[in-house]
């Protein structure tokens, strides 16, 4: 359906037009029409019309004073001017009001025709497009929670990998190179702990899209989701430190916005505020969140106002420590050794006379290094695995001292590395690879699954799909494949050859050599020294 206003102030003019766009169009359309220029500005006001037939020269308000009045409420509507004077101020102004047609009178019918239709595909376009365009947002309206609570979880309880964590924010349009934690919990305080976390946290579910609306209003934030009685937070900030006023203004808005909350729903609501940090530390903000909770009853608790975490002494390289271990972490060999023997000659510059503390600072570094390979899977943990540390902490000069430092940092991020490159295999690779090294002996599906830690089923299944064949075929074409090799060397005999690729039983396997070569072990022995 289109509505179609028509404005002029001759009734055979209108009486026209309708009956053209009646006849042509019949039940598309439905029109209306006025014949002076304020009525028509009041008709298009409550008739709302997509297209207007619009005459420059009528009664009072003239059709380009209109046609501005017009545009002013309804900027879709669609002009065609229909006048008899052709002038050029006239056609200038319409078309700097973006006037589809400019048509002189007396217009011809197929010409009426044609404006009407391609006025109308240029709306049944712009339909289209709004549209799509509501499907859009309805899909990124069900699709973005979870984008927002993949970036949370990636960041506070995955691997907080910066390729991933750089995805999550592009998705979400998220620049800010720094972000902070809010951790909102829901429950009554005694003054010393929440009670009732189960059923805050029921009660918190009821009301979670109002709470999340509301904390969306007072900045800027990813809104995860409900764990427990707790909505984690996450608030993106463009610098490293946010200014004490800033911080004021944000804790007021906090506390008003939460006693609104409280007083809607009848629930008592605390949230807990972590410092600013990058990316790679988000999870620090999450933590101080958390602490800042337990240690500070009121609704809003601000670890920045409460000095939580440790402190360093302000010449001290907090930032380069945090990067050696995060390149530990990450298996960065040579990132490590660098940040290493940066550290080291930042010692040497500003402790070099505390003999004591730069050998403790020492071990105390490779056993956190350690520690984090460790967890990784570097090995099996024993008791006695550090043997000489002692001694060469306390009998190294510096110059033997430094080497070994860098070496035994480098050695611990090489390990994670060496872990990080295993687990990229696949079971089926693992096993590829056990099959290659163990296919001279009786070999098992059960075998082979259980080397891989998956169940025999779900092992058979995956194998196919990555190999293109099943286990047996796999292997059978292995020991063939293998069994030619040793026939062409002329230096085995037949049984030998069937025992070194996993056969016991030399007719078993003069079958299923036959049955893949269409030779017999012998026929193709032969076959191959005749050439």
Known sequence: MYKIMLADDESIVIEALKFIIEKTFGEQCEVQFAKTGRSVVELAADFRPDIAFMDIQ?????????????????????????????????????????????????????????????????????????????????????????????????????????????????????????????????????????????????????????????????????????????????????????????????????????????????????????????????????????????????????ADDLELGPRWESDYPIDLERMIFESVEGGLVSETAGETKAFWHWMMENHKGDDNGVRIKVIDFVLRAEYIAYQKGMATYKFDSRPGYIKKLSESDYGELEDWFVERMSECARRVNQIKEESLKSPIMKAVDYIKNHFDRDLSLDEVARVVDVTPYYFSKIFKAEEGVNFIDYLTTLRVDEAKRLLMSDECAVKEISQRVGYQDPNYFSRIFKKTTGFTPTEYKEKYNEK
Not at 129 to 135: A, I, M, V, Y
Not at 182 to 198: C, F, I, M, Q, T
Request: with cysteine.
């Open 58 to 302: 009528m009664p009072g308000i003239n059709g380009i004073e209109a046609m501005r009045e017009i545009q002013s409420f309804n900027p879709s509507i669609i002009f065609v001017v229909m006048s008899a004077y052709d002038k050029f101020d006239y056609a200038k102004q319409a078309i700097d009001l973006g006037v589809l047609e400019y048509l002189t009178k007396p217009v011809e019918r197929e010409i009426i025709e044609k404006t009407l239709k391609k006025a109308m595909n240029l709306i049944d376009s712009r339909r289209e497009k709004r549209s799509n365009d509501l499907k859009i947002k309805e899909k990124l309206e069900i699709v973005v929670p979870f984008i927002e609570n993949g970036l949370i979880y990636s960041l506070l309880f995955g691997e907080n990998d910066a390729l991933t964590v750089k995805k999550y924010r592009d998705l979400l349009s998220v620049p800010e190179e720094y972000a902070y934690v809010l951790v909102v919990e829901a429950g009554e305080h005694d003054g010393k702990r929440v009670s009732n976390e189960v059923g805050s946290g029921v009660r918190l579910d009821d009301r979670y899209d109002a709470i999340k609306e509301g904390l969306k209003s007072c900045m800027h934030c990813i809104v995860g989701p409900i764990m427990g009685n707790r909505i984690i937070v996450l608030a993106p900030y463009k610098e490293s430190e946010m200014p004490f006023g800033e911080r004021s203004v944000l804790t007021d808005k906090f506390r008003n916005k939460l006693h609104q909350l409280e007083s809607e729903f009848d629930l008592a609501l605390h949230v807990g505020i972590g410092r600013i940090k990058n990316w790679k530390q988000i999870g620090e903000s999450y933590r101080e969140a958390l602490q800042a909770l337990k240690i500070d009853v009121g609704v809003v608790s601000n």
